[in-house]
């Protein structure tokens, strides 16, 4: 009975460890529960030995590839399969012109490592099964049945199901088939039924395990070394990359220390660039204002450039172009500005002047006195003409936070104003609304300060401050370079094409 599934072609899973086994069917023991199968290959590729044989406790899954017809099936088979020797395709069943069927070989390539099973043709075409296939069928039925009793033999029901149809049955035509004419290009394409796809998938891992692609790249590098060809891979020699900011041509070394002050300075910066700025020291800075306002650099010149360096400044902390456009007008940022009565309480107004021109809203905070010096009248009159508002009262300050505090309250001469009521009230004030603050040419870090900032611009060249003056920014108030020379100071401009830069502690 189990004599009758020789020379068939079968597909063997023994799991991961063994993997899936191909090969015709030799020998089936019922006893002993083995199976034998001649010619095997293994993961697509062909076996050393010429048999393999199988206990039924290994076999997970056994798939029925091909079955030959009744009485030439080993002819067939053996003939087929030393021809070509890759398994999995032998004889198939094709129709005649009386009706009984022939049985016809096919041609195929035994190149590739594995063979995969082809979708056959039989339902592609009209069918006519021969008398001996459909006679056979419940006959192979029985056995198929004994054989499948062991444990992990399986069938594919579908293959009988597909291609077995009673005697009496009429083979119906396919519907692309027009006057029984030859069938449409789509159907020729997609006329195949589901259940002909097969199960079988294409190991591609044994597959490429047979491909050593260090050895042929070492071939192919050998040979463009010996032939003078150039490789298409990575060259020897990597060519030298440039950023989008780096100049290709060859410079000079770039000399980092440019400002050479003629005292030891106390404290040094760095630009974003790496560039040397030494801090100075207040009498020093004075004594170069002074030079330059002998020179025409005047305090109305320098009221103006500070103003207008700080505001850019402010308008960039308040949110810049995001903040400040069409679209946000219910957005209005609001600033507080505190000033002393002195020059750089002049300094903070010509800054209010320039917010308020841009569309922020300025509350001016300046105490009330007798007699005011000239350069804040005169910033006073400017500011008077723009929205900002004036108050000379803490109490007329905003109770709720706003986005953002100027501080000019503090001087480097006088230090009595520290003392005055109006004065720590102000501090008080900025001290409790928790809004950052922006300090303004602020005192060296002898003088102790009120108010914490978080951010602190300098003028031309900063002084020693201290670590409550936050960040600190220089500003390029339009000192030309002769000025600096005239004063003892090697300058070069550390700016570029800003005018107001970051430093950094070194």
Known sequence: MATDWLGSIVSINCGESLGVYQGRVSAVDQVSQTISLTRPFHNGVKCLVPEVTFRAGDITELKILEIPAPGDSRQCGDSQQMDTGVPGVGCQVGPSQNGTGKALKKPVSSSAPQSIPRRTDVKSQDILVSPQQQCSKSYMDRHMETLSQSKGFRRRHNSWSSSSRHPNQVTPKKSGLKNGQMKSKDDECFGDDIDEIPDTDFDFEGNLALFDKAAVFEEIETYERRSGTRSRGTPSEKPARYRHDENILESEP????????????????????????????????????????????????????????????????????????????????????????????????????????????????????????????????????????QVSSVKDLPDTPVDLVINCLDCHENAFLRDQPWYKAVVDWANQNRAPVLSIDPPISEMELGIDAKWSLALGLPLPLGERAGRVYLCDIGIPQKVFQEVGINYHSPFGCKFVIPLHST
């Open 254 to 389: 770039i000399v980092y220390r440019r400002i050479v002050v003629p005292q030891n300075p106390n404290k040094e910066f760095c630009t974003d660039s790496g560039l040397v700025v030494p801090s100075v020291s207040y009498e020093l800075h004075k004594k170069l204002l002074a030079v330059a306002e002998k020179h025409g650099l005047t305090l109305e010149r320098r009221l103006e450039m500070t103003g207008v360096c700080a505001s850019q400044m402010a308008l960039s902390l308040l949110g810049g172009p995001n903040r400040l456009n069409p679209k946000n007008v219910h957005q209005r940022p609001t600033v507080a500005l505190l000033c002393g009565p002195h020059v750089k309480g002049a300094q903070g107004i010509s800054c209010g002047r320039h917010l308020s021109n841009h569309d922020v809203h300025v509350i001016l905070f300046l105490p009330n006195f007798v007699k005011m010096l000239e350069s804040i009248t005169n910033e006073l009159n400017l500011f008077s003409k723009t929205q900002g508002q």
